[in-house]
C-alpha cells in the first residue's frame, strides 16, 4: 500500500480552511493509504512562544484528528517531537539546501512583507517539512494549495541528495491538492488562516461560532435591495450545503428583502449539522484523554520504527562512521 503523510502545526485552533484544505483528505485517503499523520509542534515554534497553548493546541489537534474520523487503527498519528529522527534528518538535508531557495519561498516572502520578524526557523521551515515528508519515503503529501511550493522543494531536495551521494534513499513525493477546495475565505474574504485572525472553527461553542459567522464582513447593500450572490457567505455555505440549497441562497440574494444576517443563520446551521457527530464525538474523548495518550504513544512507536531505518541509511550515505551506523 502507498503512503501518505502530513501535519499541522498546534499554532492555533483548528479552523475550517485546515478541514477543508488537508484533514478531510486524511480522513478520505484512509482506505487507499498507509497514512501517517503528525502534529507539527517543532514547526510551529516558529511563531509559537507560549509552552502552555503549544500544548493545548496539540492536545486539541489530536482530539478534532480522532473526532472528525481519522482511525488509529488504519492510520498513524503522532507528535513530530517524539520522533527526535526528524531534526536529524533535517540537519543532514539542510547541507546540501541553497539558501537561495529558501529565501523565494512564498511563505517566507509573505510573512515578513506582512511584518513578521524572520527567524531562522522561519526561513529553514522547508527543510523540516522535507525531513518529514522523506522520513517515510511517503507517495503523496495531502496540502493546501500554499504548501505546493513547499512540495516542490522537497523534491528538489530529494533529488539532490539522492544525486549527490549516488543513492535511491528517497522518494520524490507527489501532491495530492482538491484544487477546487485549496483557498477557504475567512471573515474577512482573506484565504482562512490563524495568522489573520478571520477563522471559523468547527469545534468552538455555538456561541463563539455563531459570533464568528456573524463576523464575516458584509457591505451595506439595505435589506430590500438585491445583492452579489457570490459573496463570502455563499462560498462557505457551498462546502455544506447541496447544489440546490447553494441555487435558492443566491436566488434569496438577488431577489432582495434577504440580509446577510439570514444567509449567516443558515450557515450556522449548515456547519452545526455537519459537524454533529464530530462535535459530539469530541466532547466524549476529552473525558476519555488516557486514550488520546495511548494513541500518541503506539504512534511515535510505530513512527520511530520507520524513521530509525531511514536516518541510519541517511548517515551511512554520507559518511558519518558512528558505530550505531556501521551496518
Known amino acids: 500500500m502507498k ?26 485517503n484512509q482506505d487507499k493509504y498507509e497514512g501517517f499523520y503528525f ?14 497553548a503549544l500544548r493545548e493546541n496539540s492536545y486539541n489537534i489530536v482530539l478534532d484528528y480522532l473526532a472528525l474520523g481519522l482511525n488509529p487503527e488504519k492510520s498513524t498519528i503522532f507528535l513530530q517531537s517524539d520522533v527526535p529522527e526528524h531534526t536529524e534528518l533535517m540537519w543532514l538535508l539542510s547541507n546540501i539546501t541553497p539558501v537561495g531557495l529558501l529565501e523565494r519561498g512564498h511563505s517566507y516572502k509573505d510573512k515578513t512583507a506582512k511584518g513578521f520578524s524572520p527567524n531562522t526557523g522561519l526561513l529553514t521551515y522547508p527543510v523540516l517539512m522535507a525531513a518529514d515528508i522523506l522520513m517515510y519515503n ?45 483557498v477557504i475565505p475567512g471573515t474577512d474574504g482573506q484565504k482562512m488562516s490563524k495568522s489573520y485572525g478571520n477563522t471559523i472553527n468547527m469545534f468552538a461553542s455555538k456561541k463563539e461560532l455563531k459570533k464568528q ?88 512507536t510505530k513512527a520511530r520504527e520507520i524513521a530509525k531505518a531511514q536516518i541510519t541509511a541517511a548517515k551511512k550515505a554520507v559518511g558519518l562512521i558512528g558505530n550505531a551506523y556501521k551496518k
Open 213 to 300: 459567522i456573524m463576523s464575516i464582513v458584509t457591505d451595506s447593500t439595505p435589506l430590500e435591495e438585491p445583492k452579489d450572490p457570490n459573496n463570502n457567505i455563499v462560498k462557505l455555505y457551498e462546502l455544506f450545503a447541496t447544489k440546490e440549497q447553494v441555487e435558492e441562497m443566491k436566488n434569496k440574494f438577488i431577489a432582495g428583502n434577504y440580509g446577510y444576517g439570514h444567509a449567516k443563520t443558515e450557515l450556522l446551521n449548515a456547519i452545526l449539522e455537519y459537524f454533529k457527530d464530530a462535535r459530539e464525538k469530541r466532547e466524549e474523548l476529552v473525558n476519555n484523554m488516557e486514550y488520546v495518550e495511548e494513541v500518541l504513544a503506539k504512534g511515535a
Open 39 to 52: 502534529i507539527a509542534d517543532y514547526h510551529s515554534l516558529t511563531s509559537l512562544t507560549d509552552p502552555k
Open 3 to 28: 503512503r501518505s503523510i502530513s501535519g499541522i502545526q498546534p499554532s492555533g485552533i483548528l479552523h475550517l480552511g485546515n478541514y477543508f484544505g488537508a484533514m478531510k483528505q486524511f480522513i478520505e
Open 138 to 182: 511517503a507517495d503523496i503529501v495531502p496540502v493546501g494549495k500554499d504548501q505546493k511550493q513547499h512540495l516542490e522543494m522537497t523534491r528538489d531536495i530529494a533529488l539532490k541528495f539522492n544525486q549527490q551521494y549516488e543513492v535511491e534513499l528517497f522518494k520524490l513525493p507527489e501532491p495530492q491538492i482538491l484544487e477546487d477546495l485549496a
